[in-house]
């Protein structure tokens, strides 16, 4: 059977028109029986009450007639006489008046005792008219006879009233114990309904409490409890398929919200506390990060200042971490960085703050005495500088490193955090410029090196911008035919008031400021343009630095240079380091393979210094490889050095890859290299640098000479 069930708006619709019912069918009751006792209640009032009134006022009446009558028989004189006939003739008007007034009031109504009283009337009016039509005379007149002969009828009459009058009386009080008893019934009739309604009341008010009130209550409860944050309660009168159901499902929905919501709150709470740890705290070592060391820095200063301590902050800086963590990889890198963190904390005190500021530089905060505040930061100093040198051996391999430490002195250097960083920094970066693995307080002169350092960033700036950096020309000789192979452009800077600036001075300072790749461009630019003069048999050689190659549009970059210029791509060798192979393999290939697709040679540079050098010899197709000038230089007095050369030219004669030897300045070394199968050479024994009239002259000069010869 399909169940029907009422929803609550019709359940209220139900309840409201029942108590209404109630409440109408009780007032019509009380309205009907209070009708019917008004019913009685008028009849008491207009017919018993008035009739008898009307009766005692007739009785009245014929009691004032006979007194005129009897007046009229006794009085002398005639106008005595004639005034209670009048007298008695307005009595008898008003009884006669007081008699239709009786009969209207009951109307047809049979009245029997007004029947009596009617014939006992007439009776006695009746004799009194025979009385006064045969009165025989005024003196018969006063006789009292005539007078007394009326009293019979009279007193007939007047005892009829009486009777009527009782009977009356008699009949109102019987009409009103039926009133009585109407109203009576009335009342038992209201009471019962009364109370009928009260329990039909009683029951429609259980009904909307157990079907409306206590389900909103217990809903209400629930949601106070949720709103009080226990997301866990059960949802009351969810089974319901009325308003209240849809309320309590919707609840429940907003429950499961809520505890998404509680859930998801705890998952950001948690996420926030986590951001908060990494805020402060570097992930990969657990040491105090760069902003926390700073937020600490700042505490110390502000003891400083009220003159209870003093403090020192040493800058550590790891030297040469970079080829370790490209040519072993980041894994290994960070696993070193972790044990040089566990050394730090180990080497410093209890109270030091040992952070980490970024990649492999590290910080300690030192606070103590002002008496001793020096002496304790040197043997800090010198006990970290010992820790880091120790070989670190991570699963089978073995590194060794060393780290150069700048200190910084509070109150001495400065009283702000950016003063003393600056401070240690500078400090840092001349421990490292005077050989790595020591440390250095600062002093104010290493301030004005700085300064001079930044003075000479702005006036690199304004020279590359204005195209004062020159390419300068060195000699690439064929050693098999003594024929000018090329020319290796190299940079060259002369500024007006600071004179001429080093390559390798210069070189570093762009690549840390950023305008490396503009003085790149500048160079071959101007190269090609001036190189077109030499003819098509001499090529140019161009050295990329490490960050151009990570530029995935260097190809395309360098090629539309060569285009706009109108040189050969066929003309240029590029030359790049093993150190610039390491972060972006997969960018380096593509790179150096777009080049080779268009016919540029591609050297690689600097051979026999690095960690992977075959593993690049086998990853990349190289066309030219330069064995580094530090090896060639030494085979003039360093027999090893001389096999290690002969060794590099044998392996790159058997993958068949063109070497160039770089620092050849020696005749022996010269005819060493070429008797090993080196076929180029380049070094002072053929020329250094040299502008462009001077490269000019050189290859007009050889080409001379081997015509002669």
């Not at 904390?345 to 590290?362: C, I, P, Q, T, Y």
Request: glycine share 6%; proline share 3%; aromatic share 6%.
């Amino acid at each position: 059977m399909t169940s029907f069930r009422f929803s609550l708006q019709a359940q209220l619709a139900l309840f409201i028109g029942a108590f209404l019912a109630i409440v109408l069918g009780l007032a019509l009751l009380s309205t009907l029986s209070l009708r019917a006792v008004d019913a009685k209640t008028d009849a008491l009032a207009s017919k018993w009450i008035e009739g008898t009134r009307i009766l005692g006022e007739l009785s009245d009446r014929i009691s004032e007639f006979r007194i005129q009558e009897a007046y009229r028989g006794l009085a002398e004189a005639e106008e005595e006489r004639i005034a209670a006939e009048r007298r008695a003739a307005e009595h008898r008007i008003v009884i006669e008046e007081l008699q239709r007034d009786y009969f209207a009031l009951f109307g047809a109504e049979p009245r029997p005792d007004l029947a009596k009283f009617s014939t006992a009337l007439a009776a006695y009016l009746g004799a009194h008219d025979a009385w006064i039509a045969n009165e025989p005379d005024v003196a018969a007149i006063r006789a009292a006879r005539g007078v007394n002969a009326l009293h019979q009828p009279y007193r007939v009459a007047d005892e009829a009233v009486d009777a009527a009058i009782d009977q009356l009386k008699w009949s109102a009080r019987a009409e009103a114990d039926t009133a009585a008893r109407v109203t009576e019934g009335a009342l038992k009739t209201t009471l019962l309904a009364s109370a009928l309604a009260l329990a039909l009341a009683a029951w429609l008010l259980f009904r909307v409490k157990e079907r409306i009130t206590r389900p909103l209550a217990a809903i209400t409860a629930a949601l106070t409890e949720l709103a009080a944050g226990k997301h866990y309660v059960e949802v009351p009168e969810i089974g319901r398929d009325d308003e209240i159901g849809a309320m309590a499902k919707s609840l429940d929905v907003f429950r499961a919200n809520a505890q998404a919501l509680e859930r998801a709150h705890e998952a950001t709470r948690a996420a926030q506390e986590h951001a908060q740890i990494l805020a402060r705290q570097d992930s990969l070592t657990g040491l105090p990060n760069r902003r926390m060391l700073v937020a600490d820095l700042h505490a110390a200063i502000e003891r400083v200042e009220d003159g209870a301590t003093a403090c020192a902050l040493l800058f550590v800086d790891l030297d040469r971490f970079k080829p370790i963590n490209d040519l072993e990889g980041h894994r290994f890198g960070d696993a070193v960085l972790c044990e040089i963190a566990r050394r730090l904390r180990h080497a410093s005190r209890k109270s030091d703050v040992v952070a980490r500021m970024g990649g492999d530089e590290f910080a300690i905060l030192m606070e103590m005495t002002p008496a001793t505040h020096m002496d304790q930061a040197m043997r800090v100093a010198g006990r970290a500088l010992s820790a880091i040198a120790e070989p670190i051996e991570i699963g089978e391999r073995r590194v060794e490193l060393s780290a150069s430490i700048g200190v910084s002195l509070c109150p001495e250097n400065g009283l702000d955090v950016s003063t003393l960083l600056r401070a240690a920094d500078i400090a840092m970066y001349h421990a490292k410029r005077d050989g790595r693995g020591r440390f250095r307080f600062f002093e104010q002169s290493m301030d004005e090196d700085l300064r001079r350092r930044a003075e000479l960033e702005s006036a690199l700036k304004k020279a590359v911008a204005a195209g004062d950096i020159r390419p300068y020309y060195q000699p690439l000789v064929d050693l098999r035919d003594n024929r000018v192979y090329g020319f290796e452009v190299l940079s060259r800077w002369t500024h007006d008031k600071l004179g001429s600036i080093p390559p390798d001075v210069f070189i570093p300072l762009a690549e840390q400021i950023g305008v490396i790749a503009e003085l790149t461009w500048s160079v071959v630019r101007r190269a090609c343009r001036e190189a077109l003069q030499w003819g098509a048999q001499v090529r140019l050689s161009v050295n990329v630095s490490p960050m151009q190659l990570k530029d995935p549009l260097l190809a395309s970059r360098l090629l539309s240079t060569l285009e706009e210029e109108r040189f050969p791509p066929s003309r240029l060798d590029v030359e790049i380091t093993e150190s610039a192979l390491i972060d972006e393999v997969d960018t380096a290939r593509a790179t150096l393979a777009a080049l080779q697709a268009e016919g540029v040679r591609i050297s690689l540079d600097d051979f026999g210094a690095g960690y992977s050098s075959l593993y690049h010899l086998r990853a990349f197709h190289f066309d030219k490889v330069k064995i580094d000038r530090s090896f060639v230089l030494a085979m003039q007095h360093d027999e090893e050095a001389g096999r290690i050369v002969d060794a590099i030219l044998s392996l790159l004669k058997h993958l068949g890859v063109t070497t160039v030897a770089e620092g050849v300045e020696t005749v022996e070394v010269l005819r060493r290299l070429a008797e090993n199968g080196c076929e180029i050479g380049q070094g002072f024994y053929f020329g250094k640098a040299m502008t462009i009239g001077d490269a000019s002259k050189l290859l007009r000069r050889r080409r001379a000479d081997r015509r002669v010869a």
